[in-house]
């Protein structure tokens, strides 16, 4: 399946990290998470003091981070931090900065050149919100996850270790949830042609299943 894309799309904790890198990893595949990126922009952009709302200087804060399958890089530096760029702060400020048109514009073309790179040998997983509709519309199979609210607020706090802190979560995730969809520039919702699987009852195992199915059949098309 050489240069193979397959674009995630889904909201937090509908499980797409998860699915994206057990498929990444069952077909050999790069994994590719885009909102390592915009997480980055701000992280840079609350410890730089720049304020979320101008448009310009965010520009210029995404214009110093880039992508590779280890995750995102700033200044051409790997942060290799990662729990950095998972704190609840900096995830509200992601949700806040990928609103502005200024920040996806760069961020596209980062996307765009990390997939292109990523699929030149091998075939690529890329997750994100707007991939198969907005970053890789080209993508040869495109799924969006879905999960109810309540069991994504459950798998987030389960990942992050703060079970005790549900209600927070939940209500944080609600935010970022009408945020994300409500935005004008590519706003999270599916693309026409991607096939939707709701993951509320479904175990990790059972969605990779579907995925890798879907992926098989492609194959057998000949795409
Ligand atoms: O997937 P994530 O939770 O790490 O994403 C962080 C934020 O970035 C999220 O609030 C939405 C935004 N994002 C986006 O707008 N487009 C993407 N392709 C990926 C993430």
Redesign the pocket.
Known sequence: MEGLLIAI?GP?GSG??SVARAVADKLGFANL???????AV?LLALREGVDLDDGASLAEVSRRVSLDERGALVDGVLVRESAL??TPEV?AA??T???RPEV?AV?LEV?REAAREASTQRGAVV?????GTV?LPDAELKIFLSAAPEERARRRAHQTGREAELDRIREAMRK?DR??SE?ET?P?KPAPDAVTLDTTSLDLDGVVSRVLELARELREKGA
């Not at 997750?127 to 991939?131: M, P, Y």
């Open positions: 799309d937090a797409k990290s998470n885009t909102g390592a990126a915009y997480r701000a760029l998972r995830s992601a949700s900065v990928s609103a996806r961020l996307q997750e994100g919100r707007d991939i970053v970022r945020q994300d935005r590519s999270l």
